[in-house]
């Protein structure tokens, strides 16, 4: 990865694992519903991580 494609990468993967680490028991003991969860998982944008991460996937994927 690029330096700025690293420093977000780590920036959205930190903000995902604590959000996990803090909300998910809340799940498991019923304070908080499923789709609360994913709701709020879904609002640090995880899916722009995978994608810094695709597209050296697809490029390597493309010079075998």
């Known amino acids: 990865l690029a330096p700025e494609e690293s420093d977000a990468y780590s920036k959205i993967s930190t ?11 809340y799940v498991v003991m019923g304070e908080k519903t499923w789709d609360e969860y994913v709701s709020g998982l879904e609002a ?9 991460l ?11």
């Open 44 to 52: 640090l944008n995880p899916d722009s991580a995978v994608e810094y």
């Open 15 to 25: 903000a995902v694992s604590d959000y996990q680490a803090q909300n998910f028991p």
């Open 54 to 64: 695709q597209k050296y996937v697809d490029v390597a994927n493309t010079t075998k």
